[in-house]
């Protein structure tokens, strides 16, 4: 793989959970911070959490204490955990390292929450 590629992706009522991964080739992911940045209609992408290789996390205002990203380093793939969605989650996931890398960006996997 030369890129991510992110999976899990659905649809959801609000109050709902879901569980999002993303894959990569080991020499992308090897000791780099990887981060979930999220994309809704009509606005720019967002990042929204991210994690170091040593597993240190960091979250955004919008999905701190609801949502959770970690990462198998053995098996190259990250996670999100999303709990408590929301309409306004409403987006497409993309995973990427931190900073972005332009090459990466996968096609991403779209999350609605709508009743």
């Known amino acids: 793989q030369r890129q991510f590629v992110e999976s899990g992706g659905g649809w959801v009522q609000p109050g709902g959970s879901l569980r999002l991964s993303c894959a990569a080739s080991s020499n992308i992911f090897y000791g780099s911070h990887i981060g979930w940045y999220r994309q809704a209609l009509g606005k720019q992408r967002e990042l929204v959490a991210w994690i170091t290789w040593h597993s240190d996390t960091s979250y955004s205002d919008s999905v701190q204490g609801r949502f959770t990203i970690s990462r198998d380093n053995a098996k190259n793939t990250l996670y999100f955990e999303m709990n408590n969605l929301k309409p306004e989650d409403t987006a497409v996931y993309y995973c990427?390292?931190?900073?972005?890398?332009?090459?990466?960006w996968g096609q991403g996997t779209k999350v609605t929450v709508s009743s």
């Open positions: 990427n390292t931190r900073p972005p890398l332009s090459r990466l």
